[in-house]
């Protein structure tokens, strides 16, 4: 379709990435964190067996990683569903997709096994509340409780995230596997303690995943916002054992943080990305919405030690600014 492929003149990576490599080695770069798109090993994401070309370009790239000694950190799913698991399963709102995905995890464990030591399941799992379709491809029927759907979506990634780092393991037991978060922690509006409160679910909000992940069970706190909002999660038999399979390390994205508080303010609101919140008076922000705040990457992190005492892995992180190209066409 015209109209959405080619959007635009991109980076070319496909035909570019041996000399992107090499730029990359020359300033010094020891790690180069990239993605495997599914439909390119999988098409339709639900075949047996892989597309032995998307493999091939793959380990070249990798191999050429290796040459360079730059360690690749490889995201299995990065927002990027085979659409043909969208419209004919109606993706992680479809058990099936644990089946689909965890074909696809061990494929790419065996076919760079020696290549690539470093795995992370899900870019960003938490974003699939704020940005269903994005994030794990969901497409609400009228009248539905999205909640519902999207919890449930989210136990299949769970369940499949937590497979996938048991087959990693078994494939190979030096590789290491991470969670992602989109991290940024949640302030209090005031020192009120309904805003306190109010601060502390948003963060629980967000952290549920990486709950699951790195701690291998449900949270107590998830009963209450479960009922809350009339959620009943459907397990199988054997999902709580499968989920004790928890990761090696806790990685997330940092670019603002954010406020919030018991009586949000549409006048007094900021988009900061895809997940709504106050604006926080002592901050300035980006043409986005975007609290620039470099203590509150500190912040984020000694929270996430102090939770989950695993290594965190910054994976994502910068400042959202406006440029503009130099006289010679380059930007600074």
């Not at 597309?51 to 990027?80: M, W």
């Not at 393991?169 to 409160?197: I, R, T």
């Not at 916002?225 to 090696?248: C, M, Q, S, Y």
Request: proline share 4%.
């Amino acid at each position: 379709d015209d109209e959405f492929y080619p959007s635009h003149e991109a980076t070319d990576f496909y035909h570019r990435y041996k000399e992107d490599i090499a730029l990359m080695a020359e300033m010094g770069f020891k790690v180069f964190r990239t993605s495997i798109a599914w439909s390119r090993l999988f098409p339709q994401g639900d075949e047996i067996t892989p597309n032995q070309q998307g493999i091939a370009f793959y380990r070249s790239v990798f191999e050429e990683c290796k040459k360079y000694g730059i360690e690749p950190l490889v995201t299995l799913c990065h927002f990027d569903v085979p659409m043909h698991l969208v419209t004919e399963y109606g993706s992680w709102r479809n058990r099936k997709l644990v089946e689909f995905f965890s074909r696809y995890a061990r494929t790419c464990f065996e076919a760079f096994d020696g290549l690539v030591k470093y795995w992370l399941t899900f870019n960003e799992i938490n974003i699939m509340l704020h940005s269903p379709f994005s994030g794990a491809g969901l497409v609400f029927e009228e009248g539905e409780n999205q909640d519902q759907v999207k919890y449930q979506a989210a136990h299949h990634q769970l369940v499949a995230s937590a497979l996938a780092t048991k087959i990693a393991h078994e494939v190979n037991p030096q590789n290491q596997v991470g969670c992602m978060l989109a991290g940024g922690n949640f302030y209090p509006y005031s020192c009120k303690p309904e805003d306190v409160w109010a601060a502390l679910e948003k963060d629980r909000e967000n952290l549920f995943f990486i709950d699951v992940q790195a701690r291998g069970t449900y949270p107590a706190y998830s009963a209450r916002v479960f009922r809350e909002k009339g959620v009943t999660i459907n397990k199988a038999p054997g999902d709580d054992e499968i989920l004790k399979n928890t990761v090696d390390f806790v990685s997330f994205s940092y670019y603002a943080s954010r406020c919030a508080s018991a009586e949000m303010n549409a006048n007094n609101s900021s988009a900061a990305n895809v997940v709504k919140s106050l604006r926080n008076p002592y901050l300035q922000v980006s043409d986005w919405g975007w609290g620039i705040d470099p203590l509150g990457l500190r912040i984020t992190m000694n929270m996430m030690y102090d939770r989950y005492q695993k290594p965190l892995f910054l994976v994502e992180n910068g400042l959202g600014a406006k440029d503009e190209f130099a006289a010679n066409g380059e930007i600074n």
